[in-house]
């Protein structure tokens, strides 16, 4: 199975070197000159790492099939994969999203929805959950909510906070918005 460890942006300078949205939690790791990617789409690849160097915020890379800034224009939103044969067996500090797509989400014994896809965000990834008549729930993908992962069985173990399935309730209720049921303003709220 492949996982998804970038998307390519723009070209960078005229030596062929492009930026790239990072989609891993490391790339230290992902991006070492020699490291191949199979390239979606696959007229663009496979793609050989020459160098990888951050510019700021920005991880910019090079590969050994591409020398010119118009050879780095045709990898413009081209997605960058990896074999994940290839990772750690032992690593147990994460899942992958392929890893968590289709699990039940449980609340108690429960079952509430199933998870549909993962959100990685800078400060704590997102669980993206579709409930059975057909909502998506937002759940934070950290420890004091979702305390078990259980691949093996099928299903994540989630303790929601007071309030959190009705976050993304459409209308949200009147307290919420300031609007009554007539769409009239309540007194001492500003519209």
Request: glycine share 10%; charged share 30%.
């Amino acid at each position: 199975m492949q996982l998804q460890v970038a998307r390519i942006g723009k070209p960078h300078g005229i030596r062929g070197e492009v930026t790239v949205q990072v989609l891993t939690d490391a790339p230290e790791d992902r991006f070492v000159p020699g490291t191949e990617f199979v390239v979606e789409p696959a007229s663009a690849g496979p793609l050989t790492v020459q160098s990888a160097r951050w510019n700021k915020d920005i991880l910019l890379l090079g590969f050994d099939e591409i020398a010119t800034r118009n050879e780095a224009e045709t990898l413009r939103g081209a997605k960058l994969f990896i074999e994940t044969e290839e990772l750690d067996e032992d690593d147990d500090e994460g899942w992958y999203e392929h890893e968590l797509v289709g699990l039940d989400v449980r609340v108690g014994s429960a079952v509430v929805g199933k998870i549909s896809a993962l959100n990685t965000m800078p400060v704590q990834d997102l669980l993206v959950v579709e409930t059975p008549d057909g909502k998506e729930i937002l759940i934070p993908f950290v420890e004091q909510i979702v305390p078990e992962v259980n691949i093996e069985d099928g299903y994540v173990l989630v303790i929601p906070p007071a309030g959190l399935f009705e976050l993304n309730e459409e209308g949200g209720g009147s307290e919420s918005d300031g609007v009554e049921d007539d769409g009239e303003p309540q007194p001492g709220v500003k519209a």
